[in-house]
């Protein structure tokens, strides 16, 4: 596939595919955009069909990170890598390893981090060949696992939105689609400020732990939509909002921490027509990656994150105004205002 004429290429700056025979390593780096600084994002260890599948996902997701930085107030630009899970048997730490040489060769316009698939493990093999890498338990500025960062920041969001639209998170009802690192640590903190909650998962685990904790309502899957909620906050996958499902929501705000929530960019403007605050998803997700930009400016402290993450119900705040006076939706707001910090 040409990389000028694919349909997710978006004058990004540079696209980078790797290759290593002994190690079966299949991997594309793509830098979006280094206006604000060096590019970051983390690397998506998944089983893709072919390349082509995979070159979409690392021209779209480094996209996503240009825009998500650039509304968190983070001197970084937005990339992303993606390694193809080889079939079969394979050797986890060589292929690491190598993949740790691929990043150095990018010289710096790309850090990486974790993302689905990857493990603080892979992070420490990848340190043994680049320092452009973060997302480590260990080191000077070590910040961790960024989950409870992004679900602390989805929380704020809620609660923002809720008071814009004059919700009392005391006592309202919320339902929470995903009960993985982020789904989960939003459910404590919604249940700690006195919600309700609604929850599915397709881990059967994870739902009963959160109807024993947290008293919350369990349901199948595909009923999470059509509850009768105060909020619906999305924390498993992307393109949930679909004709389909936003014809069954009840909720009158959407907030959660799943990426690339809108199935297309038109449900937007969708879910603006029947009454739903939408609070775009990279601009409520940042947490995560506020936490890891600490570690790559070297400056990480909780005190430094704290100001982040009051930027980012700043920012969101601003968003809905925006959308208020103007009848405009939300998710075209957030994309002019980050196209305009990246300067483009
Ligand atoms: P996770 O893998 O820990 O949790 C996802 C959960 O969703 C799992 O429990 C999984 O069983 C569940 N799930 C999968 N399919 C489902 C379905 N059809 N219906 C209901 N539940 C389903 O992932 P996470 O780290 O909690 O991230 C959640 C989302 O937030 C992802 O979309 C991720 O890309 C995004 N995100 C995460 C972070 C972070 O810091 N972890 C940061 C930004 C964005």
Redesign the pocket.
């Known amino acids: 596939m040409a990389i000028f004429e694919h349909p997710s290429f978006d004058g990004h700056e540079s696209v980078h595919s790797f290759y290593d025979a002994k190690t079966g390593l299949k991997a594309f780096v793509a830098v979006h955009s280094t206006h604000l600084g060096p590019s970051a994002g983390g690397t998506r260890f998944w089983r893709y069909e072919n390349s082509d599948l995979a070159l979409r996902d690392v021209l779209r997701l480094s996209r996503g990170m240009s825009y998500k930085n650039a509304m968190a107030g983070l001197n970084l630009g937005g990339g992303k890598a993606v390694v193809m899970k080889p079939e079969g048997d394979f050797d986890r730490a060589a292929l690491f390893a190598k993949f740790g040489e691929f990043i150095n060769a990018v010289g710096g316009a790309y850090y990486t981090a974790e993302d689905?698939g990857m493990t603080t493990d892979d992070m420490r093999t990848i340190r043994t060949k680049t320092k452009f890498v973060a997302g480590l338990d260990e080191g000077d500025a070590a910040s961790g696992d960024?989950?409870p960062v992004?679900a602390d920041g989805v929380f704020r969001c809620i609660k923002l939105a809720a008071s814009k639209c004059e919700i009392d998170l005391d006592g309202a009802m919320v339902a929470v689609?995903?009960?993985?690192?982020?789904?989960y640590t939003v459910c404590k903190l919604l249940h700690g400020a006195g919600a309700q909650l609604v929850v599915?998962?397709?881990?059967q685990h994870?739902v009963r732990s959160a109807a024993k904790e947290f008293g919350a309502k369990t349901v199948a899957?595909d009923e999470i939509y059509s509850q009768a909620a105060d909020i619906f906050s999305p924390?498993?996958?992307?393109a949930i909002l679909n004709p389909d499902t936003i014809n069954q929501l009840q909720a009158k705000i959407i907030a959660g921490?799943?990426?690339n929530q809108l199935s297309v960019p038109q449900m937007g403007q969708e879910l603006q027509d029947r009454g739903i605050l939408y609070c775009p998803d990279y601009v409520v997700?940042a947490g995560?990656i506020i936490n890891i930009a600490g570690e790559i400016e070297g400056n990480y402290s909780p005190q430094w994150v704290e100001r982040k993450l009051k930027g980012v119900e700043n920012t969101l705040e601003e968003i809905i105004d925006l959308a208020t006076e103007t009848g405009r939706t939300t998710d075209t707001i957030a994309d002019e205002m980050a196209r305009a910090r990246i300067g483009r």
């Open positions: 689905v960024p989950s992004t689609q995903g009960l993985g690192h982020v789904g599915t998962d397709i881990n994870a899957p924390c498993a996958l992307g921490a799943a990426n997700n995560g």
